[in-house]
């Protein structure tokens, strides 16, 4: 069975890193392909958000599809808010036949946050269930309707998503153990600015032995402007941003060269952490600085 | 019951235009909510004559999602009904199609917005309870619906986005996840609900049209 840089990087113990590029709010090719030339080997895997945030923009398809034709490897992103069990299977066998083998599957958020408030949400399926047809397409040649696939089964490295920062941290665990029983190879977690709660998140993780058994890359956001930090602490669900992290950047003389600094101590401490796998880079319209990022965090070479 | 609202009063007028109505009610979930009673039609008959629309009358139907029960009120208010333009209906959708369903001829305005199947919490607040979706699994979750209470109707909840126990969508709700959660731990099976991957949902008979008994 093939595997995919990603999952070879982890399965050799090696630390991760893979980055996030969002797609344009328009058809240009371009902006994806500038990013891959600014980012091609500072990340083992660059991720290809699925209208992020409920905000429509080009298909996280398409998106993986221009990072591979630049000879890098995607992670193509899935929500199970646009589109139902059909659609989402449809896409697992079409990215797999377009060499497109690593994937992340997350519910979604609520299409009421986004651009397009007035938009049916579709939740066919949740994440979790998602993981589990995603996994028996794979491993059992089977739909979700239990019935075979008449050619080769796709070829996926299956990831998901954990949330260490909201409500009760056994019940947090609780679901990313039913992420890793329904089929989750990896799993990238929300970016961490709350550094105890994560270790604390890790110690629960690790009680468990569930680092064995699935590969965890914790997320960072390097915070490009008080504007930005301010709006993820109070408007972007499951973000937790202490309010002496906001106080730190609020007296920065400069933000962004403290927010650089920052997001290094915090690679750092991470990957001190027993049981994290890699990191997971979104910097959200500072893409440009991910190079700068690992390079300082000495994450080279990839 | 079928939790519905009155349409906001200068959309209500919008739609009426320069024609003239007769208003029906019903005796039912609209006038529980009070979207569609008899208190809530006399108000309304008075606020659309100050605004200078013609009003030729008004019925409660008993209730308003029969097709059967209602033809001797008709009778009564056969000459009103026929002297107006459109039949203004404040009920749910369901008794909106009726009304259009005996009066072929006429012009049908829905009045209300039918928002759920819910319970009256207050006198004045409702929720959501029930999407209808033809396939049960309220007792698999411990009498509590997350298909109906989820916005994202997740079935594996909670999501990401919960926030100290609170809905992503509506802040400040509790998250349904919370009170299945607690009640699991009262009943003892929190394991088989938050460790076992629950399947995905059939939804094959959310669409039927109709049921033959």
């Known amino acids: ?302 | 019951m079928i939790i519905s609202e009155q349409k906001p009063f200068d959309e209500l007028l919008k739609k009426i235009g320069r024609r003239s109505v007769f208003l029906f009610g019903c005796s039912e979930c609209a006038t529980l909510c009070h979207s569609g009673g008899k208190r809530e039609l006399i108000k309304l008959k008075k606020k659309l004559i100050a605004a200078h629309v013609t009003v030729t009358g008004w019925v409660i139907l008993e209730p308003a999602c029969s097709l059967t029960n209602n033809e001797k009120i008709f009778e009564q208010y056969k000459d009103q009904i026929d002297q107006a333009d459109a039949l203004a209906v404040f009920a749910c959708g369901d008794g909106t199609q009726v009304v259009n369903s005996l009066f072929p001829k006429k012009s049908v305005i829905s009045g209300t917005n039918t928002l759920f199947l819910g319970v009256k919490s207050t006198i004045t607040s409702y929720q959501r309870r029930c999407n209808m979706c033809g396939t049960c699994i309220v007792d698999e979750f411990n009498g509590i619906c997350p298909i109906t209470r989820c916005p994202k109707h997740m079935l594996n909840g909670p999501c990401g986005g919960s926030e100290k126990g609170n809905c992503e969508v509506y802040p400040d709700m509790r998250c349904v996840w919370e009170e299945i959660k607690e009640k699991a731990e009262k009943l003892g099976n929190y394991h088989s609900i938050f460790h076992n991957v629950q399947p995905a949902h059939d939804w094959s008979q959310s669409h039927i049209l109709k049921k033959e008994r």
């Open chain 1, 1 to 302: 069975m093939m595997k995919t840089d990603l999952q070879q990087v982890l399965n050799q113990g090696h630390f991760a890193v893979t980055a996030e590029i969002g797609p344009p709010k328009g058809s240009n090719p371009q902006s994806i392909v500038r990013k891959t030339e600014q980012l091609n080997g500072f990340a083992d895997a660059f991720n290809i958000t699925d209208n992020q945030t409920a905000v429509a923009r080009m298909s996280s398809l398409a998106g993986a599809c221009i990072v591979r034709q630049q000879g890098m490897e995607p992670v193509f992103q899935m929500a199970c808010r646009d589109r139902n069990r059909l659609a989402l299977q449809a896409d697992i066998l079409g990215a797999s036949a377009l060499g497109i083998h690593n994937m992340l599957i997350v519910t979604g958020d609520h299409q009421s946050k986004g651009n397009h408030p007035h938009a049916k949400g579709v939740f066919d399926i949740d994440s979790i269930q998602l993981i589990s047809i995603a996994k028996n397409l794979r491993d059992m040649h089977i739909f979700e309707n239990q019935e075979l696939l008449k050619s080769k089964s796709p070829q996926i490295f299956i990831g998901g998503v954990s949330n260490p920062f909201v409500s009760s941290i056994p019940l947090r665990v609780d679901r990313l153990e039913k992420k890793i029983r329904a089929g989750a190879d990896f799993i990238q977690t929300q970016s961490v600015f709350n550094l105890p709660r994560f270790e604390e998140w890790m110690d629960a993780v690790r009680d468990r032995n569930l680092d064995d058994q699935v590969h965890i890359l914790a997320g960072i956001t390097p915070l490009k402007s008080v504007k930005m930090m301010q709006r993820m602490k109070y408007h972007v669900p499951g973000v937790d941003i202490p309010d002496s992290l906001e106080k730190r950047m609020l007296d920065a003389e400069d933000v962004q060269e403290e927010a650089l600094l920052l997001t290094d101590e915090l690679i750092r401490s991470i990957k001190s952490i027993k049981g994290v796998h890699g990191v997971h880079i979104t910097a959200l319209f500072w893409e440009q600085k991910i190079p700068e990022i690992v390079k300082k965090s000495g994450l080279l070479p990839r």
